[in-house]
């Protein structure tokens, strides 16, 4: 099928509802006419201990200042919990399937915020302070989320960090957000195995060595793994907890206090923290949850992201808990014990909103059609679908068989940088269209430049560079300890707008489609790492004079990684193994690549810049259509490299 029948096919499938659509149409009116307005009245979403007067008094010139309800003072806590206890005390807030299809646990709000209380105080005991930094290292188990509100609750600023992490990265980003203390478990259970976490943790410390701030690890016990506890500085965390009082007063935080940091990968080897505040994180996160999921009173809606990233912030914890609706947290493995796991368990707990990335849609998709059948998945109403560009196809598949026509697919577009979903179509307000993350949500500007970052004017067809050309609440503030950076690698590109890195197109009504990213990052199956990051990790190993990472078109991961290696001519030349472990241990196994190809030189221009162009091409066997080379030093060095890979290269 081609994507312009399948454009034209499903066009109109999704009937517009007049009365959604013009709620949508006044929205945009609204905050077309008077934003401040607007974006005020969306503030009160939330329970303000001083409610702000003023919205938005950020600015993309010079230094560029994002800020949002600056006089407004709140706790995050209080809105996720808090709030929510006296009409839906009972109710249920977070229910988590274990690992263990057996095993199943559902927190009311009132338990979850008794629990909250208790690492609250726990934190305090401690000696943890309002605007410490505190690191979560923990599975997709009922206590990271406790952990993170107890966090907000206490005024500390979480750093979740990702289980896939090896000991060197978790120590680079110890070291780089400051974090006073780091909340780990024993062993993680994945499926049929275990992953160890403390092990993990004390190795990161011994990288960090004394210029490392942590000074206490809480141990919570997963999955009953003995592991070694240093006194002192490891707490094992129900010792702790458990004897706390269950009420602990909410530190009330300005707006514009740092919330989160979160680290994310750029186009240089060094991850950068992204730094979110208060205020206008939580009314972003409680206005995109419901704008694109309508979150409901007593449905249920889960998100698959696994918490350590954006989604998981904003569509696990924050987003379903603001909006007083149910959560779901999964702790296992997609298709483990057997691969109709997810569909068993949106069943078992009538999720009503289903959210999850391309990645894992083409892999239920390659299992076919019958396990999705084989279940009723009538309580679906909504699908989701967020972290890389979706195929139409595996749009369609994703409407057809798992919603079974009834349920939109939502498609939305965003980055850890604006914290929720930026581009998405709504529900009943516009037609869907498989592939197009479609167009803003109400209050968002897109806009898109050519290279040179002028804007392509107009609503007419383009294709260009993703910018949007105005703030809005949940935008980053800076990076972590280097605000020049920021600067540069998001309002350099064109004066006055945010760029996003990624180039979308457009057509003529405005919708938009993203062509993927623009700079140096390559997106495996949702994960966001930097070339320079696989580049100068590979570099560390003796045997290696230089290296260049590609990305290439993967069937189910959306992107592999190729490096090529120029191996040192005075060294023994490097296994393909070693530099794999290399890369493993430096970044995480999630960075592990299809292929390093072992080259005797890259190509390069006059000026001596990699022409990753003409890898990539390479690498993708596409030599028949290099392209022009009138750029490069030597072109004697391109069939020998089409030589070099053909030897070495094995068909999957
Ligand atoms: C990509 C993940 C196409 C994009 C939420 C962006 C998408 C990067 C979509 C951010 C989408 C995210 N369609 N591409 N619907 N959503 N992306 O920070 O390239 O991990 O810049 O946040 O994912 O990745 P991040």
Sequence with gaps: MSTTQTETAIWDIETVDPAKALEIETMRGNVASNPEAFWLEQAGRLDWATFPTIANTSSFEGDVS?????????????????????????EVALVWQGNDPGVSRQLTFRELHAEVCRIANALKSLGIRRGD??????????????????????????????GGFSPEGIGERLIDSGAVAVITCDAARRGPKTIPHKVTIDAALKHTGSIGSVKNVIVVNVSDTVVPMLPGRDHDYTALVSGQSTTCEPEIMNAEDVFFLLYTSGSTGKPKAIVHTTGGYLVWAAYTVDVTFAAERGTTHWCTADVAWITGHTFVVYGPLANGTTTLLFEGLMGWPHAGRWWEIIDRFNVSSFFTAPTAIRALMRDGDDLPRRHSLASLRRLGSAGEPISPDAWLWYYEIVGQKRCPVIDMWWQTETAGPMLSAIAGAQPLRPGWATTGIPGVCPSLTNEKGEELVGSGEAEGCLCFNTSWPGQTRSIWGDHKRFCETYFSFSKGRYFSGDGARRDGQGYLMITGRMDDVINVSGHRIGT??????????HSVAEAAAVGISHDLKGQGIVVFVVARSTRVPPSEAHLTKVISERIGRYATPEKIYLVAELPKTRSGKIVRRLLRKIASQETDSLGDLSSLADVTVVPALIGQVKEQFQPA
Excluded: K
């Design 532 to 541: 320079a990051e696989i580049e100068d990790a590979v570099a560390t190993d």
């Design 66 to 90: 994002i800020r949002w309800y600056e006089d407004g003072q709140l706790n995050v806590s209080v809105n996720c919990l808090d709030r929510h206890l006296a009409d839906r005390g009972d």
């Design 133 to 162: 930094r505190v690191a979560i290292h923990l599975p997709m188990t009922p206590e990271v989320v406790a952990c993170m509100l107890a966090c907000a609750r206490i005024g500390a600023v979480h750093v979740v960090l990702f």
